[in-house]
């Protein structure tokens, strides 16, 4: 088991930036593939961004691709989702998630929640219009 504390979150305006952290406790953090989702009021939780274990390889949601850049610093036992052109719908919590893939090959990645072991307590992200 691991935990994550995500921080970063805010308001910002829209078109603006903002970049969130995650900070994962233990000593295998580069076994881990990593995840962020995102869950607005009276919505459910969606995938947003995941990175392989050895940080090569991501995928994004359609509505976020080219705006949001996810990475990770596996000295630093750290993953990031830099925001960019922020939008009012990019308004939820953002929460960071891992996954155990020391079995796994070093380019696996996942966007679904249900593979996911280990979850942060999210990170509020207002965009005002």
């Known amino acids: 088991q691991v935990q994550l504390v995500e921080s970063g979150g805010g308001l910002v305006q829209a078109g603006g930036s903002l970049r969130l952290s995650c900070a994962a406790s233990g000593r295998t953090f580069s076994t881990w593939a990593m995840g962020w989702f995102r869950q607005a009021p009276g919505k459910e939780r969606e995938f947003v961004a995941t990175?392989?274990?050895?940080?090569?390889?991501?995928y994004y949601a359609d509505s976020v691709k080219g705006r949001f850049t996810i990475s990770r610093d596996n000295a630093e036992n750290t993953l990031y989702l830099t925001m960019n052109s922020l939008q009012p719908e990019d308004t939820a919590v953002y929460y960071c998630?891992?996954?155990?893939?020391?079995?796994?090959?070093?380019?696996?990645?996942?966007?679904?929640?249900?593979?996911?072991?280990?979850w942060g307590q999210g990170t509020q992200v207002t965009v005002s219009s």
């Open positions: 990175i392989s274990k050895n940080g090569r390889n991501t």
């Open positions: 998630a891992a996954k155990n893939a020391y079995y796994y090959s070093l380019y696996y990645y996942t966007s679904s929640s249900k593979e996911y072991e280990d």
